[in-house]
């Protein structure tokens, strides 16, 4: 149980084009679930908490303009890089809250940039 | 954005040796958790910790929430060749529904 999946697991795009990542719970709902990036050799840095019905918080320094968050569903999160740029190119990882505290991640988008 | 402080960052060791590594902070977590992560893929859960002085194993894994509530370490022990990659620790403070803190990751390389 408790699978998270995300979609596409790699992009590549033209810088100043936008691009939508979905992070779905296939077998829970999720109310809140987070989103996070991945530089090469890096630890994950939070980058925004994505609520369900509701705005999604970002954490500091990080542009609410550029990475747009939609949580319209229990079981749907989108994350959109708007108006994508070399230096957005990472790993862009959702994970969800399932039950207690637990966190389960998706496998992840690879973007890149050119 | 805040990190804790894992170690070490990499390490090279024999198969069949033991393995530990430790995270410290200088706050308070509520929950310590300890992730794998292969190339290309998102982390998967290995051991979560919810309680001070909590000691808990998953195989050949064993990892503890220290007393202070500020360190946590994750040993393995036997090492075998499918235990290569990337090991994170995260924190939790706790109050809701907040995202993790991660550590910077141990690289596990082990020779033949």
């Known amino acids: 149980g408790a699978v998270v999946s995300q979609h596409p697991s790699r992009v590549i795009c033209k810088s100043g084009t936008s691009v939508k990542i979905e992070c779905r719970s296939l077998?829970?709902?999720?109310?809140?679930m987070f989103w996070y990036r991945q530089f090469p050799k890096q630890s994950l840095m939070l980058m925004a908490t994505s609520n369900e019905g509701s705005k999604a918080t970002y954490e500091q320094g990080v542009e609410k303009d550029k990475f747009l968050i939609n949580h319209a569903s229990l079981t749907l999160s989108t994350l959109t890089v708007t108006s994508a740029h070399p230096e957005d190119s990472s790993f862009y990882i959702c994970?969800?809250?399932?039950?207690?505290?637990?966190?389960?991640f998706g496998s992840g988008t690879r973007l890149t940039v050119v | 954005g805040q990190q804790l402080n894992q170690s070490p960052q990499s390490m090279f060791i024999q198969e069949g040796e033991d393995v530990s590594m430790n995270c410290t902070s200088s706050s308070i977590f509520n929950t310590w958790l300890w992730y794998k992560q292969d190339p290309g893929e998102g982390p998967v859960l290995l051991i979560a910790l919810y309680k001070a002085g909590e000691l808990t194993s998953n195989g050949r894994l064993t990892a503890q929430f220290g007393t202070t509530r500020k360190d946590s370490f994750l040993n393995i022990s036997a090492s075998i060749p499918s235990d290569v990659g990337i090991y994170f620790c995260a924190g939790r403070r706790g109050g809701g529904a907040d995202g993790l803190t991660f550590g910077k990751g141990t690289h596990l390389i082990i020779q033949p």
């Open positions: 994970s969800a809250k399932a039950t207690g505290d637990l966190r389960t």
């Open positions: 077998d829970f709902q999720a109310t809140t």
